[in-house]
């Protein structure tokens, strides 16, 4: 059973919007914070947001106002809502989720291209 899973992503004009999910295997109990990170063209990567199992949130600066986080703490799922989408935030979208021990699981990635 593969850990974390992605889904969504694409092609999307400037300004418009885009969903991503992330789905982790396990139990309830054995996930604790689910978030996104994404690397961008030339490798650099940036920490996106986070949700906590209570279902705090924290968002990046450059993200913040524009991309929503949910959680379905039951299912182990995590969705990423993307508004007003930009060119700079093409980038290689990855999912991870914490479990306790310190273990991170990531998913494989899923692309995300802003178009002009």
């Known amino acids: 059973q593969v850990p974390v899973v992605e889904s969504g992503g694409g092609l999307v004009q400037a300004g418009g919007s885009m969903r991503l999910s992330c789905a982790a295997s396990?139990?309830?109990?054995?996930?604790?914070?689910m978030g996104w990170f994404r690397q961008f063209p030339g490798n650099q990567r940036e920490w996106v947001a986070d949700i906590s199992r209570s279902g705090r949130v924290e968002y990046s600066d450059a993200v913040k106002g524009r991309f929503s986080l949910s959680r379905d703490s039951a299912k182990n799922t995590a969705d990423l809502q993307m508004n007003s989408l930009k060119p700079e935030d093409t980038a290689v979208y990855y999912c991870y989720a914490d479990r306790p021990g310190g273990v991170r699981n990531w998913g494989q990635g899923t692309q995300v291209t802003v178009s002009e």
């Open positions: 396990g139990t309830f109990s054995s996930i604790d914070l």
